[in-house]
Each structure stands twice: as structure tokens, then as C-alpha cells.
């Protein structure tokens, strides 16, 4: 199916429509519905997820189910000050910035100053690093604050809402064009990082809890309801020593699994 809606002249027609953020939003009126009920024990069984990893609740509807709490023994945070963990669970692929902030992400290049939509912004990040975490249907869409900050309020840039499965990110600059929201945080050991959440086709909400305040590591900073999505963080330079590991791996074009909370690398 995705083949056929990017790489077909009838598919990206259709695309059209379906990138519609209204799509995405009535779609998820469905999911927050209780008509969606039936839809929980199909999932759970299609992605493999097992029921006793998560708190036991009493889902009302399929949101409910897709944005469930894990039980807090199976996600213990790192909380060694000078290590840098990840925000959540999902696929990690780590760049450079380098020169005039282009991200080579598949086949596409990606300017900070378009995601963020703020030059002056951006130049926080020159010659800094970038972490990209996809986040599966299958994966926990609960996600933290990597360190102890002062954050600042939320920022929503609006847009349309692309899959982000490496087909489209091949052939579309995805994480340019799809809504999204970030938020800049003062770091205590980290300096300023920004993470912003990408909203995804057929994702109608990307729920963050607070605006500006202190914030703690490891706190829950928000999640994702229906479908997968992906989380960027920007780390400013000389300030995190991620392992060069995971910057191998992408350049090898995999997707390394991680998960909320692991040590990814160390304050520089």
C-alpha cells in the first residue's frame, strides 16, 4: 500500500487526501470513541504486545489501549547525571549537523532552520548532533525528559501528516512538512536541547502534559495517540558524547532498537 501511495501517479493523488490533518483527526475521534473497542485485542495480538508488561486498566477505547502505561520496573531510567538517555522507545538513527545544518536523512536533506522554522534558533545547533527515534505501531508511546531543565513553553508548526516508514522518507522531506511540536529545554548537565514530537499519518494528537516549568529526567513529558510516529532531539556541540555506535550503524542505514531511559552516550 505504501508503495503504491508514493510511488504511483494514482497513490500520490490519494496521498493527498490522506495527509489531510482532518483525516488524521476524524480518524482519531474514531479511536477515542468506545466503537473502537474491538479493535484492542486485533492489535495486541497483529504487533505481539503482551498485556503483562503494561498496568492493568480498563481501556474505554482503542487510544486508551494504544497509549498505555508500561510497568515502571521495565523502563528503569538512568539517572547517573553526566549519562544522556533516551527520550523513549524506537528506532535511533544519529547524523551530524554539519555546515549549513543539513540532516542527510534516506534521500533527503533536512535544514534545522526548516524543521525548527527559526534561523536564529538553529544556529544553536551548528556542527551539533541529531538523534531520531521512529517509533513502530508496536513500540510505548509514552515519552520523557532526557535531564533535569528549565523548558520552555510548546511551539506547534502545522502541516500535513506523512507515514514515517522509510518509503516516504525517501521520497518525501517528511519531517519538514509534518505537524509537529518541540519545546527548548536548559539543561543541567546537557546544555540547551530541543525535542520536538512528529506527528504521523493517522496520528490525530501528539499529547505533551505541561508548558513552561522545571522539568525532571526521566519525567513523563507526553505521548503519541493512534499510529507510529518519531521524536528528534538536537544537541548543541561539544556538549553530549553519544557512542559513535549508533552513528556506524546509520551510516550502514540501520535503525538501532533503544529504549526510555538507556544510557545513549555522556556529557562531553
Not at 155 to 175: D, E, K, N, S, W
Amino acid at each position: 500500500m505504501l508503495k503504491f501511495l508514493y510511488e504511483t501517479f494514482p497513490g500520490r493523488v490519494a496521498l493527498k487526501l490522506l495527509t489531510n490533518r482532518k483525516v488524521s483527526q476524524l480518524a482519531g475521534s474514531y479511536m477515542d470513541s468506545p466503537y473502537s473497542k474491538w479493535l484492542i485485542p486485533v492489535f495486541m495480538k497483529m504487533n505481539h504486545i503482551n498485556p503483562d508488561e503494561y498496568i492493568d486498566e480498563n481501556y474505554e477505547n482503542f487510544n486508551d489501549c494504544f497509549s498505555r502505561h508500561i510497568k515502571p520496573e521495565l523502563r528503569p531510567i538512568d539517572y547517573y547525571p553526566t549519562h544522556f538517555i533516551s527520550p523513549c522507545d524506537g528506532l535511533l538513527s544519529a547524523y551530524k549537523i554539519t555546515g549549513d545544518l543539513v540532516i542527510p536523512v534516506k534521500q533527503s536533506n533536512y535544514h534545522i532552520s526548516d524543521l525548527l522554522r527559526s534561523k536564529k534558533l538553529a544556529s544553536l545547533y551548528e556542527d551539533g548532533t541529531v538523534l531520531i527515534f521512529r517509533l513502530c505501531v508496536n513500540h510505548y508511546h509514552r515519552y520523557a525528559y532526557p535531564d533535569n531543565a528549565k523548558k520552555a513553553n510548546n511551539r506547534f508548526i502545522p502541516g500535513v501528516l506523512h507515514t514515517v516508514q522509510p518509503i516516504a522518507l525517501r521520497h518525501t522531506p517528511v519531517f519538514a512538512e509534518n505537524c509537529r511540536e518541540y519545546t527548548l529545554m536548559d539543561t543541567e548537565n546537557f546544555g540547551k536541547i530541543i525535542q520536538m514530537e512528529v506527528g504521523a499519518m493517522l496520528v490525530g494528537k501528539i499529547k505533551n502534559h505541561h508548558e513552561a516549568r522545571i522539568v525532571k529526567r526521566g519525567e513523563e513529558k507526553g505521548c503519541f495517540l493512534y499510529g507510529g510516529s518519531t521524536i528528534i532531539i538536537l544537541l548543541q556541540k561539544d556538549k553530549v558524547n553519544i557512542d559513535n555506535f549508533y552513528f556506524e550503524a546509520t551510516k550502514r542505514e540501520i535503525e538501532v532498537p533503544v529504549k526510555l531511559g538507556e544510557c545513549l552516550g555522556q556529557k562531553a
